[in-house]
C-alpha cells in the first residue's frame, strides 16, 4: 500500500503556541488530503478537506482561522493549530488519496499536549 | 445526512474463531466500502476495500457487499489475539470525502 508520513509524531507545548504538524505521501501524488481529530476511546472526526492548488474546506464546526491547512505540493500538506489551548489535546491523524484512486491511506498520527 | 452505522461492541469472541463485524450506510450514492483496523493510540490502517456486491477474500478476511440491503460486514476466520482492535467501516461517493463509523471494538480472547 501507499505511504504517508506524519511529522512530529508527538508534540508537547504550552498554550498559547502555535503548532505546525507536516503530512507527506511518499510514494504518490496526493491531490487529496484529509485531516482528523480523534480524542481518547472516540470516533474519528473529519475536520477538513485539503486539495492541492486551492483552500481547504472545513467541517462545520471546525474553526478554519485555528486550524490552518495548506496544500502546496501533491506530496505535503500541512496543518496548523494556532495559539493551542489545552482543549485542542488531541491525536491529529491525515490521510491521503491520490487522482482516480479513491482508497485512503493515513499517516501514523501525531500526538499534540497543550499544557 | 451520510450515516455509517457499527455497534460499538465489544466484540468477543475466542481464538480460532470466526469475528463478524457489521456495518450499514445510509447514502445509497456510495460506491466504495473499507474496512479499517486501529489498534488503540495508532491511526486506522486499511484492511481491505470492496466495490461490488459479494464477496471479497484477502486471506483470513472476507468482505461482504450487499448495496440493496445497504450493508456491508467483515469476517475474521481464525482470529487470533493479535486482531483485537477496533475496526472501522467507512464509504465513499463520487467525492472521495469517506464517511466513516464510529467503529466495533473486538476482543479475541485465548
Known amino acids: 500500500g501507499a505511504v504517508v508520513s506524519q511529522h512530529p509524531s508527538r508534540v508537547i507545548c504550552k498554550s498559547g503556541t502555535s503548532v505546525k504538524i507536516e503530512c507527506r505521501s511518499l510514494?504518490?501524488?496526493?491531490?487529496?488530503m484529509f485531516w482528523y481529530r480523534q480524542f481518547p476511546k472516540q470516533s474519528l472526526m473529519l475536520m477538513a478537506t485539503?486539495?492541492?492548488?486551492?483552500?481547504?474546506?472545513?467541517e462545520q464546526g471546525v474553526e478554519k482561522d485555528k486550524f490552518l491547512i495548506n496544500h502546496a505540493s501533491l506530496t505535503l500538506s500541512t496543518l496548523t493549530v494556532t495559539s493551542a489551548h489545552p482543549e485542542d489535546s488531541s491525536f491529529y491523524i491525515c490521510?491521503?488519496?491520490?487522482?482516480?484512486?479513491?482508497?485512503?491511506?493515513f499517516g501514523p498520527g501525531t500526538r499534540l499536549t497543550v499544557l | 445526512q451520510k450515516e455509517v452505522e457499527q455497534n460499538s461492541g465489544p466484540l468477543s469472541v475466542p481464538e480460532g474463531a470466526i469475528a463478524s463485524l457489521n456495518c450499514t450506510y445510509s447514502?445509497?450514492?456510495?460506491?466504495?466500502f473499507f474496512w479499517y483496523r486501529q489498534y488503540s493510540g495508532k491511526s486506522p490502517e486499511l484492511i481491505m476495500s470492496?466495490?461490488?456486491?459479494g464477496d471479497k477474500e484477502d486471506g483470513r478476511f472476507t468482505a461482504q457487499l450487499n448495496k440493496a440491503s445497504q450493508y456491508v460486514s467483515l469476517l475474521i476466520r481464525d482470529s487470533q489475539p493479535s486482531d483485537s482492535a477496533t475496526y472501522l467501516c467507512?464509504?465513499?461517493?463520487?467525492?472521495?470525502?469517506?464517511?466513516f463509523g464510529r467503529g466495533t471494538s473486538l476482543i479475541v480472547h485465548p
Open positions: 490521510s491521503a488519496g491520490g487522482g482516480r484512486t479513491d482508497t485512503q491511506y
Open positions: 510514494d504518490f501524488q496526493a491531490t487529496t
Open positions: 485539503s486539495n492541492e492548488g486551492s483552500k481547504a474546506t472545513y
Open positions: 447514502d445509497r450514492g456510495s460506491q466504495s
Open positions: 470492496i466495490y461490488s456486491n
Open positions: 467507512a464509504t465513499q461517493g463520487g467525492s472521495y470525502i469517506p464517511t
